[in-house]
């Protein structure tokens, strides 16, 4: 997709992501590489999508699977060299795809030099200047203990237990909202602002088309370092395996001067040669307003992505087109009929932390027409689409048991956290070969049987296969554009049946689905005539046997 004077590339864009431990191993240690990728974009490229974005990449000593970043402008030796990358950026331009990768600004791993620097002057070390100041002082969030030595507020982490580790050599605790191996960065400091800035330049400079900011609410907290407030108990009573559950994380994270730092990165980007997609990761128990902020107007980010279906237990109409009405206006320059300037959403069904799709909304028989008509749907909703590595192939999650967990999360929370690694299991290219072609050594997750049979080179030789399928969606989308830039409106929305109408200028487009096992009737007051454009698992104009969708021009 190129650049239009009404559209930049990445409006409406289909966004491939890649997990890099999972993709290809090339070097035989059962970890996924950049070259692996390279090799691999022929594959990426056909799916007919407009960029990848590659997860985390960068120095780590892996606490969270690269997460926990030691060095932002370096690629980790276990991933192969900057060297590596930039053949990678090469290959991929090549193919007319372009690159996003994951900068995570809301913390570094305490293996990273600013950490070092950071906690270095505290009590029993050197000291700082007279005025015991250091350099990296306050680039991460330091705070005292409470008279009788406790942490300094009641803020609980994300993957379970208190938010602070008493550090000696400071004599204070720090603040880290995930892992005790990830400390907070204080981006309130201007200092932190700019150094950041400067690792966006940086891979600006070698070529990439965008980025998206993991747990970018995260990145900064009342600065007063208040009590987060109760959570209420939860309606379904289910139990709480986390102490993070039992607290509204009103002060720990989402503090509204995320908004000008939003606006210091997207006035770097507006200097790049080309458009930038920059892609706000943004979860919590309220994120839409946030997600809304972060992209509102002409001076911040391109897009938020939305959680709204990758931890959901059912699809259903409803739901979708609950999420769909929060998002009515235009991004850009195009503003809805009330003048709004809102941001474009993106969308995704799946991704490296949620469970696979057809796991979580089929049984396993009605495991493969389920999953063509969720591509269908997620082609068409109004937004950008992003697809998770191997849900063109219908993976389903693995089940991985305990002695073979590599997810920190999981392993602290066992067994009522939902592992992360069943949707992390490795790539299958070949249903043929041993490991499903992704390695020739031991991968760092098992491959399931289900899954290898599911490999790319199956698909290839089955014209009536998933991955075919998917190919023609995607190019379906991109040849409309209405589907890929075009207005919502919803016409009928029930628990199994969703449809709704695009429209840009004076052409529409009408998508109506069958979430349901069963035939249902047509519609009343959905038009029926006119172009199919797509249909799947037997549906046509008039007609939506079980799991049907169509795509009608009308």
């Not at 048991?401 to 939902?418: C, G, R, S």
Request: glycine share 10%; net charge negative; charged share 20%.
């Amino acid at each position: 997709m190129t650049d239009t004077p009404a559209y930049p590339w990445w409006h409406g864009a289909t966004i491939y992501q890649i997990y890099p431990r999972s993709f290809a191993d090339t070097n035989g240690d059962g970890i996924g590489d950049l070259p692996g990728i390279t090799a691999h974009l022929d594959h990426v490229a056909s799916l007919g999508i407009d960029a990848l974005w590659i997860s985390p990449f960068f120095t780590s000593p892996m606490a969270d699977f690269g997460y926990d970043v030691a060095d932002y402008r370096d690629v980790d030796p276990i991933f192969g060299t900057l060297a590596d990358f930039d053949a990678l950026i090469a290959r991929a331009h090549d193919l007319d795809l372009r690159v996003i990768i994951d900068l995570v600004f809301a913390h570094t791993s305490d293996k990273h030099a600013w950490f070092t620097e950071s906690r270095a002057g505290g009590a029993g070390t050197r000291g700082g200047d007279e005025h015991g100041n250091w350099a990296m002082k306050d680039w991460y969030v330091w705070a005292d203990p409470k008279p009788d030595g406790t942490p300094p507020n009641n803020w609980q982490s994300v993957f379970g237990g208190p938010a602070w580790t008493w550090d000696a050599r400071r004599g204070q605790y720090y603040y880290h909202q995930f892992l005790k191996e990830q400390p907070q960065l204080n981006v309130h400091n201007p200092e932190v602002q700019d150094a950041l800035l400067e690792v966006v330049g940086f891979w600006l400079a070698r070529g990439v088309d965008g980025f998206r900011f993991d747990a970018l609410n995260h990145a900064m907290f009342d600065p007063k370092l208040r009590d987060n407030p109760v959570a209420p108990p939860r309606e379904n009573g289910a139990p709480r395996s986390r102490s993070y559950d039992f607290q509204r994380q009103t002060h720990s994270m989402g503090h509204p001067d995320v908004v000008g730092f939003v606006e210091r990165i997207a006035a770097v980007c507006a200097d790049n040669a080309t458009p930038v997609f920059n892609v706000a990761e943004v979860g919590g128990a309220d994120p839409v307003p946030l997600m809304q902020a972060y992209t509102a107007g002409d001076n911040r980010l391109s897009s938020a992505y939305s959680f709204e279906f990758l931890y959901a237990p059912t699809l259903t109409g409803d739901h979708v087109a609950a999420a769909l009405a929060q998002w009515h206006g235009h991004a850009g320059r195009h503003r809805d009929d009330k003048g709004l300037h809102q941001g474009w959403p993106s969308w995704a069904f799946e991704n490296h932390d949620a469970p696979r799709c057809v796991s979580r909304w089929a049984v396993a028989a009605d495991r493969p027409a389920f999953a063509r008509v969720a591509m269908a749907l997620l082609m068409a909703l109004r937004g950008n689409a992003f697809v998770y590595q191997g849900q063109e192939l219908g993976l389903e999650q693995d089940d991985i048991p305990f002695e073979l967990l590599q997810d920190p999360e999981a392993i602290a929370n066992w067994p009522l956290t939902l592992s992360r690694d069943g949707c992390r299991t490795p790539m299958p290219w070949s249903p043929g070969h041993a490991q499903g072609g992704f390695t020739t050594g031991t991968p760092w997750l098992p491959l399931s049987a289900g899954n290898i049979a599911k490999g790319v080179s199956g698909q290839e030789s089955d014209e009536g296969s998933l991955l075919h399928l998917t190919r023609a969606v995607i190019a379906a989308r991109r040849a409309s554009a209405v589907m890929r830039h075009g207005g919502h409106k919803l016409l009928v929305a029930e628990v199994g049946l969703v449809a709704f109408r695009r429209t840009l200028g004076g052409e529409s487009v009408v998508c109506v689905f069958n979430l349901s096992t069963e035939a249902v009737d047509w519609p009343e007051d959905v038009p029926v005539e006119g172009e199919v454009l797509l249909a799947v698992n037997g549906a046509s104009a008039g007609a939506l046997p079980g799991f049907g969708g169509v795509w009608l021009k009308v």
